[in-house]
């Protein structure tokens, strides 16, 4: 079963997150600061990283550098969700995966999924 490290603030959010991944057979640890992210990663090591651009605090950009400028941390795919249109942002922070709000689950699924296979 995989780990996976869900990092959102919306309680209402962070909460359908943990449900529809739990229901794929998925472990989900929960972190709802960017400052917890990396503590949470390390710790963790989970099979992908789930994170909301926007989190209490401030955007977990920085936590994202952070994590690929990690030996041990860069392998964890990281996939960035958003309401507002931050791709290119990401993607060159290290995120491996982008989804824009709002978003099918089954879209959702698909790209942890295939992003979970990729590393394996």
Wanted: glycine share 8%.
């Amino acid at each position: 079963m995989p780990r996976i490290l869900v990092a959102d603030d919306d309680k209402v959010m962070l909460g359908l997150l943990k449900t529809l991944m739990e229901m794929e057979g998925n472990e989900v640890v929960a972190v709802t600061r960017p400052e917890d992210i990396v503590q949470a990663a390390q710790a963790q090591e989970p099979a992908l990283i789930l994170m909301d651009y926007h989190l209490a605090g401030g955007d977990s950009i920085n936590a994202l550098r952070i994590l690929k400028e990690d030996e041990a941390l860069k392998g964890i795919p990281v996939l960035v969700i958003s309401g507002m249109d931050r791709e290119l942002e990401c993607k060159k922070a290290g995120a491996e995966g982008f989804i824009l709000k709002p978003f099918r689950p089954n879209e959702l699924l698909e790209r942890i999924s295939g992003m979970i296979t990729q590393t394996q």
